[in-house]
């Protein structure tokens, strides 16, 4: 019997080990594009710093409450979602970064500055426990905004 043992052993370390990759894969909240350059020159002024913006969507179908959920950038930035934030199975919500009023397909940061730089960056979606969802980096000033699903 224990030769069955032995001959089951690489196939369980190979499910193992090829799980978490596929996890990964589809969050179910995924972040979905950064629009990291706000057009025109960056000098500031609530209608520019709004032209920066971040998507998320959900990639299931069930509504999932985003309450305590996070958004931060690498310098430390973090936007947390309010108790009343629930995003519906396929939608997308896009966080602004500077100020305005909430509601069901845009929530604001905000912020009086940008946050995400115009060069690089790494955008980080956690739930309230502190888990990592998803995470966007981009390393490119030529473009103004990168999709991260695409990738
Ligand atoms: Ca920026
Ligand atoms: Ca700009």
Redesign the pocket.
Known sequence: MRNISLILAPAVAAVLWASPAAQAATPAVQITRIH???PGS?RGGNKSVNG?YIVILNTTRKPIGLEGWTIRDKTGFVYEFGPDVVLGGKKKLVLRSGQGDDGASTVYWGRRW?????DKDTAYLRRADGRLVDKCAYDSSRHDHTNCQER
Do not use: F, K, L, R
Not at 114 to 118: E, R
């Open positions: 990291y350059d706000s960056d920066e940008y946050v995400w730089n115009n």
